[in-house]
């Protein structure tokens, strides 16, 4: 098992820019089928990978999934996004799949902001950081 080493502020803002960016356009293979937020991002560290998948308990964004969801198929659908408790999974739901996206940036937003404050005063020494309370 190859732990997720990666820098988590680094992985938070390719994922707003991939998003900013359109990054989560239909697929010309696979046109038949919206894109999961997260999943279908180079930010997922099983992107891509069909024969050597790595379990999502080894990814760095498990620290943002509450504990008792911990298990659940693709945990990083169960980050509360807002204070309202919304996940991408709940959201999805929606009808409309940039509203995902759109909730998606504001938390990334938000949350690259307190972590780079709380680099800023020496709160956070390494990768990992505290789950947010509410954002």
């Given at each position: 098992m190859a732990k997720d080493d990666r820098d988590i502020l680094e992985v938070l803002k390719f994922e707003l820019n991939f998003i900013e960016k359109g990054g989560y356009g239909r697929s010309p293979r696979e046109a038949w089928r919206a894109p999961s937020v997260i999943e279908d991002s180079p930010t997922c560290m099983n992107y891509d990978s069909k024969e050597h998948r790595?379990?999502?308990?080894?990814?760095?964004?498990?620290?943002?999934?509450?504990?008792e969801l911990a298990a659940a198929p693709a945990p990083c659908r169960?980050?509360?996004?807002n204070e309202a408790g919304e996940t991408l999974d709940s959201s999805g739901g929606s009808g409309d799949e940039r509203d995902g996206q759109?909730?998606?940036?504001?938390?990334l937003r938000q949350t690259i902001a307190r972590i780079e404050?709380?680099?800023?005063?020496?709160?956070?020494?390494?990768?990992?950081?505290?789950?947010a309370e509410a954002v």
């Open positions: 790595e379990p999502c308990s080894e990814c760095l964004l498990m620290q943002f999934v509450p504990r169960h980050i509360p996004l759109e909730l998606m940036a504001k938390w404050k709380e680099r800023a005063l020496g709160v956070s020494g390494g990768t990992r950081v505290r789950p």
